[in-house]
């Protein structure tokens, strides 16, 4: 990467990537550990633009999907394709260019706790740019900004809130300025009123990016609020039991445990009226 990157970064805009367009396919995909099978036979495509929710019970796979999509591990079968690249058929090197050009955000936040919020953003923009100390300082305390931690460069970790450090791990995660994001269990150890910020800045970070988000989530609120397309993962079929906008698989998915987990079970519960009182 070139100072193309300051670029970006100075103007706060990208090109519109919301085509419509398959981003991410994946084809005949099955998940296993050791010859167990989490979930076999899944097909589906994220288009530039979505934020795409991936949903489901705890245990059925979601944070393993994650995995195979992030290059961490290989599929036991089947394939992840990136603007129709292979991530499992490609060679190292360029598998290695496609990961570039992803953020991750985990489910610790995952900052060094030994280094500044600047110095945790810094490392992707040092290893793998020619940008000057300057132009890195510069670019470190934009990605800060863009995630309302303007000033908080020189504090550490331990400093600042469990909110501010999934910021601050967001803007290490869009240092890059990455075409598809990637979020696991983003609102985890958050108060609502902090996860509702969060999901706002996620939206408002796509949308200004030009990114594709995708989001492993058992987060009700958020599924709902943010979601442009999703799927849910069934451990008892071990598959893709729906797909589709959250909203529109509350209202009509013909899954009753798909209805139930977007309802909190409540879906199908009518409010008992309660005895009248007879006056003796």
Known sequence: MTNQALTFAASGTRSST?????????????MAYDGFVIQ???????????????????????????RHLIGIKAPSSGSVRFDGLDLWGVDHETRDSLLLRMGI???SGALWSSMTLAENIALPLSAHTRLSKKEVAELVSFKLSLVGLSGFEDYYPAEISGG???????????????????????????????AGRLD???????????STAVVVTHDLASIL????????????????????????????????????????????????????????
């Open 18 to 30: 919301e085509t419509g367009e398959p981003h991410i396919e994946v084809s005949n995909l099955t």
């Open 40 to 66: 076999t036979g899944m097909n589906f495509k994220v288009r530039r633009g979505e934020i795409f929710i991936i949903m489901g019970p705890s245990g059925c796979g979601k944070s393993t999907l994650l």
């Open 105 to 107: 955000l985990y489910q």
């Open 200 to 210: 706002e800045l996620i939206v408002h970070l796509t949308e200004s990016l030009g």
């Open 225 to 280: 609020e943010i979601g442009t397309n999703s799927i849910y993962l069934d451990i008892e079929t071990k598959s893709i039991l729906a797909e589709g906008p959250p909203g529109d698989l509350l209202e009509i998915s013909s899954s009753q445990n798909v209805r139930d987990f977007l309802s909190r079970g409540q879906g199908q519960k009518t409010r008992k009226t309660p005895p009248e009182h007879h006056q003796p």
């Open 164 to 194: 501010m450090q999934k910021r601050a791990a967001l803007a290490r995660a869009i240092a890059l300025d990455p075409e598809i994001l990637f979020f696991d269990e983003p609102s985890s150890g958050l108060d609502p009123i902090s």
